[in-house]
């Protein structure tokens, strides 16, 4: 069984950085769509960036140029780098992954996904 877990997260200032880890077991990168996510308080689940089915990774506009994904197939681990935070970055991270049957138009919703990391919280003051 796939397996996901998480570490990173914590509280920063605004303008601050952060980096959120993902280990994972039981996949090989190579043969899963991985994601992030994040769900603010009060907010439903958003989209932070997931795998193209050409291997390049998408960002939601709200976080393009400030996060970077990055992988360490060693590892099996994946990396979301957050630069430059926001107040509205506030949220539970959560990474998530599911086989890559799965089509790119069903990559950008989170009910496609049945694997998840339990979730670290962001927390960026101003």
């Known amino acids: 069984d796939v397996r996901l877990v998480q570490s990173g997260g914590g509280s920063v200032q605004a303008g601050g950085s952060l980096r959120l880890s993902c280990t994972a077991s039981g996949l090989t990168f190579d043969d899963f769509a991985m994601s992030w996510y994040r769900q603010a308080a009060g907010t439903e689940c958003e989209l932070v960036s997931t795998?193209?089915?050409?291997?390049?990774?998408y960002y939601a506009d709200s976080v393009k140029g400030r996060f970077t994904v990055s992988q360490d197939n060693a590892k099996n681990t994946l990396y979301l780098q957050m630069n430059t935070l926001k107040p509205e970055d506030t949220a539970m991270y959560y990474c998530?992954?599911?086989?890559?049957?799965?089509?790119?138009?069903?990559?950008?919703?989170?009910?496609?996904?049945?694997?998840w990391g339990q979730g670290t919280q962001v927390t960026v003051s101003s």
């Open positions: 998530a992954a599911e086989g890559k049957y799965i089509s790119w138009w069903a990559r950008l919703l989170p009910t496609a996904y049945k694997s």
């Open positions: 795998d193209r089915v050409d291997g390049t990774t």
